[in-house]
T-cell receptor, first 114, second 116 residues
Framework: AQSVSQHNHHVILSEAASLELGCNYS??????LFWYVQYPGQHLQLLLK??????LVKGIKGFEAEFIKSKFSFNLRKPSVQWSDTAEYFC????????????FGEGTQLTVNP | NAGVTQTPKFQVLKTGQSMTLQCAQD?????MSWYRQDPGMGLRLIHY???????DQGEVPNGYNVSRSTTEDFPLRLLSAAPSQTSVYFC???????????????FGSGTRLTVV
C-alpha cells in the first residue's frame, strides 16, 4: 500500500480557478511534510514545507498548504491558478524515525488551460 | 553553475547491458540519493549516501549498485539492464544531516533510460 497518497493523478483547470490537491499519509508519529513541483522538462523544486508550528504554511508562487494532523493530510492550495502553474506536483513525507529519507506520493499532473 | 549534474540525459540500452548513470554535485553536500520516477508511482528511493564511503539501500535497490568514493560523485550502476528498469532517474543532494538535509534537497535534471 502506498504510504503517501495523492488523490488526483490528473487535474485540469481553467486560469483563475482555485486549486486544491490532496495528500494523505499513513504513518503514525511525527512527520515533516513537503510539496515539490516539476515543470515540464525540469527537475523537482521545493514549493513549501512543514516541520512544526503553524499548520498553515505558505510557499512560493502563491501556494499554501495546511497540515491537519487528525486527518493525516497536507493538502496544497492556490486561490487562482495561472497557465504557468501547469506542472506535476509531488507530496513528500519524512518520518522522523527514518533519518533524512523522503517518501513521495504518486504525483498529480496539473494542466491549466488559458 | 552550482548544482547537481546528471549524465547522460537520455540513454537506450539493450536487455543485459550494463551502464553507469553519473551524478556530480559541487556544493559540498554530504547527503546524496538516487530516485526513479515511474508514472503513477511518484519517486522511489533506490540508494542513498550520508557521506563518502557510506551507502545504504532505499525502497527499490535490486538491480542497482552505488559507491561514494568522493563527496562530489555518486554514480548509479545497472549491472544487467532489464525492461523493468525503464524509468526516469533523478539524483538529489543535500547538505549536512538531519534537518539540514530536509531543508536543502537539490535535484538533478534527470536521466531518461529506456531498456529494450
Amino acid at each position: 500500500a502506498q504510504s503517501v497518497s495523492q488523490h488526483n493523478h490528473h487535474v485540469i483547470l481553467s486560469e483563475a480557478a482555485s486549486l486544491e490537491l490532496g495528500c494523505n499519509y499513513s504513518y503514525g508519529g511525527t512527520v515533516n511534510l513537503f510539496w515539490y513541483v516539476q515543470y515540464p522538462g525540469q527537475h523537482l523544486q521545493l514549493l513549501l514545507k512543514y516541520f512544526s508550528g503553524d499548520p498553515l504554511v505558505k510557499g512560493i508562487k502563491g501556494f499554501e498548504a495546511e497540515f491537519i494532523k487528525s486527518k493525516f493530510s497536507f493538502n496544497l492550495r492556490k486561490p487562482s491558478v495561472q497557465w504557468s502553474d501547469t506542472a506535476e506536483y509531488f507530496c513528500a513525507v519524512n518520518r522522523k524515525t527514518s533519518g533524512s529519507r523522503l517518501t513521495f506520493g504518486e504525483g498529480t499532473q496539473l494542466t491549466v488551460n488559458p | 553553475n552550482a548544482g547537481v549534474t546528471q549524465t547522460p540525459k537520455f540513454q537506450v540500452l539493450k536487455t543485459g547491458q550494463s551502464m553507469t548513470l553519473q551524478c556530480a554535485q559541487d556544493m559540498n553536500h554530504e547527503y546524496m540519493s538516487w530516485y526513479r520516477q515511474d508514472p503513477g508511482m511518484g519517486l522511489r528511493l533506490i540508494h542513498y549516501s550520508v557521506g563518502a564511503g557510506i551507502t545504504d539501500q532505499g525502497e527499490v535497490p535490486n538491480g542497482y549498485n552505488v559507491s561514494r568514493s568522493t563527496t562530489e560523485d555518486f554514480p548509479l550502476r545497472l549491472l544487467s539492464a532489464a525492461p523493468s528498469q525503464t524509468s526516469v532517474y533523478f539524483c538529489a543532494s543535500s547538505p549536512g544531516t538531519g534537518m539540514r538535509v530536509l531543508n536543502g534537497y537539490t535535484f538533478g535534471s534527470g536521466t531518461r533510460l529506456t531498456v529494450v
